[in-house]
Protein backbone atom coordinates (compact mmCIF):
# COMPACT_ATOMS: atom_id res chain seq x y z
CA UNK A 1 0.00 0.00 0.00
CA UNK A 2 1.03 3.10 -1.02
CA UNK A 3 1.89 6.14 1.60
CA UNK A 4 2.26 9.56 0.79
CA UNK A 5 4.11 12.04 2.69
CA UNK A 6 5.78 15.59 2.21
CA UNK A 7 9.41 14.46 1.95
CA UNK A 8 9.31 11.02 -0.03
CA UNK A 9 6.95 7.82 -0.84
CA UNK A 10 7.13 5.05 0.87
CA UNK A 11 5.66 1.38 0.85
CA UNK A 12 4.35 1.00 4.42
CA UNK A 13 2.43 -1.36 6.04
CA UNK A 14 0.43 -0.48 9.47
CA UNK A 15 -0.84 -2.74 12.48
CA UNK A 16 -2.65 -0.19 15.36
CA UNK A 17 -2.10 -1.86 18.88
CA UNK A 18 -5.41 -0.74 21.03
CA UNK A 19 -5.13 3.30 22.09
CA UNK A 20 -2.67 3.65 18.74
CA UNK A 21 -0.07 4.96 21.58
CA UNK A 22 2.32 2.29 19.69
CA UNK A 23 2.52 0.83 16.49
CA UNK A 24 3.89 -1.57 14.60
CA UNK A 25 5.38 -0.78 11.11
CA UNK A 26 6.58 -2.58 8.01
CA UNK A 27 8.99 -0.86 6.17
CA UNK A 28 10.05 -1.76 2.31
CA UNK A 29 11.69 1.36 -0.04
CA UNK A 30 13.75 -0.89 -2.24
CA UNK A 31 16.87 -1.22 -0.72
CA UNK A 32 15.60 -2.84 2.44
CA UNK A 33 16.07 1.15 4.16
CA UNK A 34 13.89 4.15 4.24
CA UNK A 35 14.44 7.52 3.74
CA UNK A 36 14.10 10.16 6.06
CA UNK A 37 10.94 12.11 6.75
CA UNK A 38 11.27 15.26 8.52
CA UNK A 39 8.04 15.74 10.42
CA UNK A 40 6.03 14.98 6.96
CA UNK A 41 2.34 14.92 7.32
CA UNK A 42 1.36 11.50 6.44
CA UNK A 43 -2.13 10.04 5.99
CA UNK A 44 -2.85 6.44 4.90
CA UNK A 45 -5.93 5.09 3.28
CA UNK A 46 -6.25 1.40 2.78
CA UNK A 47 -5.52 -1.05 6.00
CA UNK A 48 -5.75 1.65 8.27
CA UNK A 49 -7.04 5.20 8.03
CA UNK A 50 -4.26 7.27 9.79
CA UNK A 51 -2.91 10.84 10.37
CA UNK A 52 0.05 10.85 11.85
CA UNK A 53 3.32 13.41 11.94
CA UNK A 54 6.68 11.51 12.22
CA UNK A 55 10.41 12.24 13.22
CA UNK A 56 12.94 11.20 11.25
CA UNK A 57 13.25 7.33 11.40
CA UNK A 58 15.45 4.40 9.51
CA UNK A 59 15.21 1.25 9.25
CA UNK A 60 17.47 -1.78 8.04
CA UNK A 61 16.30 -5.02 6.51
CA UNK A 62 15.59 -6.70 9.42
CA UNK A 63 12.71 -3.92 10.98
CA UNK A 64 15.08 -3.12 13.93
CA UNK A 65 15.59 0.59 14.17
CA UNK A 66 18.82 2.46 12.86
CA UNK A 67 17.80 5.24 14.84
CA UNK A 68 15.67 6.23 17.71
CA UNK A 69 12.03 6.70 16.92
CA UNK A 70 11.15 9.94 18.45
CA UNK A 71 7.54 9.45 20.03
CA UNK A 72 5.23 9.74 17.20
CA UNK A 73 1.78 9.57 17.62
CA UNK A 74 -1.54 9.76 15.77
CA UNK A 75 -3.73 12.51 15.45
CA UNK A 76 -6.72 10.89 13.86
CA UNK A 77 -9.06 8.05 14.83
CA UNK A 78 -8.47 4.78 12.49
CA UNK A 79 -10.88 2.37 10.49
CA UNK A 80 -10.71 -0.64 10.09
CA UNK A 81 -9.99 -2.18 6.40
CA UNK A 82 -13.21 -2.24 4.11
CA UNK A 83 -15.02 -0.16 7.01
CA UNK A 84 -16.45 2.23 4.66
CA UNK A 85 -17.74 1.61 0.30
CA UNK A 86 -21.16 2.89 -1.08
CA UNK A 87 -24.15 0.59 0.30
CA UNK A 88 -26.50 2.07 -1.80
CA UNK A 89 -28.06 4.83 -4.27
CA UNK A 90 -31.42 6.71 -3.66
CA UNK A 91 -33.51 7.21 -6.84
CA UNK A 92 -36.20 9.97 -5.49
CA UNK A 93 -39.68 10.07 -6.58
CA UNK A 94 -42.56 11.98 -5.41
CA UNK A 95 -44.59 8.45 -5.78
CA UNK A 96 -43.40 5.12 -4.97
CA UNK A 97 -45.29 3.27 -7.87
CA UNK A 98 -44.37 5.81 -10.51
CA UNK A 99 -40.52 5.10 -9.45
CA UNK A 100 -40.52 1.48 -9.59
CA UNK A 101 -42.37 1.31 -12.97
CA UNK A 102 -39.08 3.85 -14.36
CA UNK A 103 -36.59 1.65 -12.77
CA UNK A 104 -38.21 -1.37 -14.47
CA UNK A 105 -38.58 0.31 -17.39
CA UNK A 106 -34.66 1.64 -17.92
CA UNK A 107 -33.41 -1.99 -16.38
CA UNK A 108 -36.14 -4.25 -17.40
CA UNK A 109 -35.92 -5.39 -13.14
CA UNK A 110 -38.43 -4.59 -10.79
CA UNK A 111 -37.17 -3.02 -7.31
CA UNK A 112 -39.26 -5.10 -4.66
CA UNK A 113 -41.18 -2.97 -2.31
CA UNK A 114 -39.02 -2.55 0.72
CA UNK A 115 -40.98 -0.93 3.99
CA UNK A 116 -41.38 2.31 5.38
CA UNK A 117 -39.23 4.69 7.68
CA UNK A 118 -41.55 5.57 10.20
CA UNK A 119 -41.24 9.36 11.38
CA UNK A 120 -39.13 9.64 8.08
CA UNK A 121 -42.34 10.10 5.93
CA UNK A 122 -40.97 8.13 3.88
CA UNK A 123 -41.13 4.34 1.81
CA UNK A 124 -39.05 2.56 -0.43
CA UNK A 125 -38.47 -0.20 -2.89
CA UNK A 126 -35.14 -1.75 -3.80
CA UNK A 127 -33.16 -3.55 -6.29
CA UNK A 128 -29.81 -5.60 -5.57
CA UNK A 129 -26.59 -4.32 -7.66
CA UNK A 130 -24.86 -7.31 -6.22
CA UNK A 131 -21.71 -6.98 -3.97
CA UNK A 132 -23.65 -5.50 -0.92
CA UNK A 133 -24.63 -2.42 -2.92
CA UNK A 134 -28.38 -1.78 -4.10
CA UNK A 135 -30.57 0.88 -5.76
CA UNK A 136 -33.61 2.12 -2.92
CA UNK A 137 -36.25 3.74 -4.69
CA UNK A 138 -37.75 6.24 -2.23
CA UNK A 139 -40.78 8.09 -1.65
CA UNK A 140 -43.47 9.81 0.49
CA UNK A 141 -44.93 7.34 2.51
CA UNK A 142 -49.44 8.60 1.85
CA UNK A 143 -49.83 6.64 5.55
CA UNK A 144 -47.48 8.98 7.79
CA UNK A 145 -47.88 12.53 8.46
CA UNK A 146 -46.04 14.36 5.53
CA UNK A 147 -45.27 17.58 7.86
CA UNK A 148 -41.60 18.59 7.64
CA UNK A 149 -39.62 15.63 6.89
CA UNK A 150 -38.23 13.91 3.46
CA UNK A 151 -41.83 12.72 2.30
CA UNK A 152 -42.64 16.12 2.56
CA UNK A 153 -39.35 17.43 0.58
CA UNK A 154 -39.86 14.88 -2.28
CA UNK A 155 -43.60 15.82 -3.28
CA UNK A 156 -42.25 19.73 -3.13
CA UNK A 157 -39.50 18.75 -5.28
CA UNK A 158 -41.28 16.96 -7.80
CA UNK A 159 -39.56 14.55 -10.67
CA UNK A 160 -37.31 11.47 -10.37
CA UNK A 161 -33.42 10.70 -10.41
CA UNK A 162 -30.48 10.44 -7.66
CA UNK A 163 -31.17 12.60 -4.74
CA UNK A 164 -27.82 11.15 -2.62
CA UNK A 165 -25.81 8.30 -1.40
CA UNK A 166 -25.23 5.97 1.52
CA UNK A 167 -21.86 4.58 2.96
CA UNK A 168 -21.52 1.66 4.42
CA UNK A 169 -19.34 0.80 7.90
CA UNK A 170 -19.26 -0.55 11.25
CA UNK A 171 -17.30 2.19 13.10
CA UNK A 172 -19.67 5.25 12.75
CA UNK A 173 -18.27 7.15 15.53
CA UNK A 174 -14.89 7.11 13.79
CA UNK A 175 -16.37 8.54 10.78
CA UNK A 176 -18.43 11.02 13.42
CA UNK A 177 -14.68 12.04 14.54
CA UNK A 178 -13.09 12.31 11.28
CA UNK A 179 -15.84 14.44 9.67
CA UNK A 180 -16.22 16.66 12.69
CA UNK A 181 -12.73 17.86 12.63
CA UNK A 182 -13.06 18.95 8.55
CA UNK A 183 -16.52 20.82 9.92
CA UNK A 184 -18.93 18.70 8.00
CA UNK A 185 -21.52 18.77 11.16
CA UNK A 186 -22.03 15.22 12.16
CA UNK A 187 -25.17 14.91 14.00
CA UNK A 188 -26.33 12.16 16.67
CA UNK A 189 -26.49 8.65 15.71
CA UNK A 190 -29.63 7.91 14.64
CA UNK A 191 -31.43 4.15 15.28
CA UNK A 192 -33.73 3.30 12.52
CA UNK A 193 -36.14 0.48 11.34
CA UNK A 194 -38.19 -1.02 9.25
CA UNK A 195 -40.31 -4.71 9.09
CA UNK A 196 -40.17 -6.33 5.71
CA UNK A 197 -43.06 -7.71 3.63
CA UNK A 198 -42.17 -10.45 4.95
CA UNK A 199 -41.85 -9.63 8.75
CA UNK A 200 -38.20 -9.31 9.19
CA UNK A 201 -37.67 -6.58 11.64
CA UNK A 202 -34.25 -4.69 10.05
CA UNK A 203 -32.60 -2.74 12.58
CA UNK A 204 -29.48 -0.21 11.58
CA UNK A 205 -28.30 2.94 12.07
CA UNK A 206 -27.25 6.18 10.06
CA UNK A 207 -24.89 9.18 10.73
CA UNK A 208 -26.12 12.34 8.87
CA UNK A 209 -23.72 15.34 7.93
CA UNK A 210 -25.59 18.61 8.02
CA UNK A 211 -25.81 21.20 5.23
CA UNK A 212 -24.43 19.45 2.13
CA UNK A 213 -26.52 16.80 0.66
CA UNK A 214 -23.90 16.07 -1.47
CA UNK A 215 -22.12 14.27 0.35
CA UNK A 216 -23.13 10.36 1.65
CA UNK A 217 -24.80 9.84 4.89
CA UNK A 218 -23.22 6.39 6.88
CA UNK A 219 -25.35 3.43 7.59
CA UNK A 220 -24.25 1.10 9.79
CA UNK A 221 -26.61 -2.36 9.57
CA UNK A 222 -25.61 -3.93 12.43
CA UNK A 223 -26.64 -7.29 13.08
CA UNK A 224 -29.63 -7.07 10.38
CA UNK A 225 -29.10 -9.00 6.79
CA UNK A 226 -28.36 -6.42 3.83
CA UNK A 227 -31.00 -5.90 1.78
CA UNK A 228 -28.99 -6.44 -1.30
CA UNK A 229 -28.83 -10.17 -0.45
CA UNK A 230 -32.95 -10.69 -0.21
CA UNK A 231 -33.79 -8.22 -3.33
CA UNK A 232 -34.33 -8.51 -7.18
CA UNK A 233 -30.69 -9.31 -8.85
CA UNK A 234 -29.67 -8.87 -12.41
CA UNK A 235 -28.40 -5.06 -12.40
CA UNK A 236 -24.55 -3.89 -11.22
CA UNK A 237 -23.11 -0.67 -10.28
CA UNK A 238 -20.42 0.22 -12.92
CA UNK A 239 -19.99 3.84 -12.31
CA UNK A 240 -20.95 6.70 -9.64
CA UNK A 241 -20.03 9.85 -9.97
CA UNK A 242 -20.32 12.99 -7.95
CA UNK A 243 -19.90 16.26 -9.25
CA UNK A 244 -19.07 19.33 -6.75
CA UNK A 245 -17.60 22.60 -7.49
CA UNK A 246 -14.95 21.83 -4.35
CA UNK A 247 -13.91 18.66 -5.66
CA UNK A 248 -10.46 18.75 -3.79
CA UNK A 249 -11.85 18.98 -0.26
CA UNK A 250 -14.54 16.22 -1.75
CA UNK A 251 -12.17 14.37 -2.91
CA UNK A 252 -9.93 14.17 -0.44
CA UNK A 253 -12.55 13.35 2.50
CA UNK A 254 -13.14 10.19 0.02
CA UNK A 255 -9.40 9.71 0.16
CA UNK A 256 -9.07 9.42 4.08
CA UNK A 257 -11.94 7.25 4.31
CA UNK A 258 -10.91 5.34 1.18
CA UNK A 259 -14.43 5.53 -0.27
CA UNK A 260 -13.75 4.60 -4.15
CA UNK A 261 -16.45 7.34 -5.86
CA UNK A 262 -15.22 9.23 -9.13
CA UNK A 263 -15.28 13.19 -7.70
CA UNK A 264 -15.64 15.81 -10.98
CA UNK A 265 -15.49 19.76 -10.98
CA UNK A 266 -18.70 21.03 -12.34
CA UNK A 267 -22.40 22.12 -11.03
CA UNK A 268 -23.50 19.79 -8.42
CA UNK A 269 -24.90 16.80 -9.74
CA UNK A 270 -24.91 12.51 -8.97
CA UNK A 271 -24.41 9.86 -12.19
CA UNK A 272 -24.68 6.22 -12.01
CA UNK A 273 -24.21 3.77 -14.80
CA UNK A 274 -25.91 -0.09 -14.26
CA UNK A 275 -25.02 -2.11 -15.95
CA UNK A 276 -28.74 -3.86 -16.58
CA UNK A 277 -30.50 -6.56 -18.66
CA UNK A 278 -31.38 -3.66 -20.97
CA UNK A 279 -27.95 -2.89 -21.18
CA UNK A 280 -26.16 -0.05 -19.98
CA UNK A 281 -28.15 2.36 -18.07
CA UNK A 282 -27.59 6.00 -16.19
CA UNK A 283 -29.32 7.22 -14.37
CA UNK A 284 -29.83 11.52 -13.96
CA UNK A 285 -29.46 13.64 -11.13
CA UNK A 286 -32.45 14.32 -9.13
Same mark, same amino acid.
Given at each position: ??????????????????????????????????????????????????????????????????????????????????????????????????????????????????????????????????????????????? *???? $? &??????????? =? +? /???? @???????????????????????????????????????????????????????????????????????????????????????????????? *???? $? &??????????? =? +? /???? @???
Amino acid at each position: MELACSSTALKIRFQTHGDVQGFARRVNAGDGHTTGMDKGRCIHVGLQVLEAHFPIFFFNQSLQPISRIVQPYISMPHLEAQMAKLDHIMYATPDLDQGIAEIAKLTGVTPAIGGSHPGRGTRNALLSLGDDQYLEVIAPDPE *QDLT $G &NLGSELIEHGG =S +G /VRGW @AVATDNLVAVSEITGKRGLNPQPIIDMDRTTPQGVRLDWQILLLFGDRMLPFFIDWKNSPHPALSTPSGCTLTGFTVNVPQDQQYRSLMEVLDIDV *QVAN $G &NEKFGALLQTP =S +G /VVEL @ASW
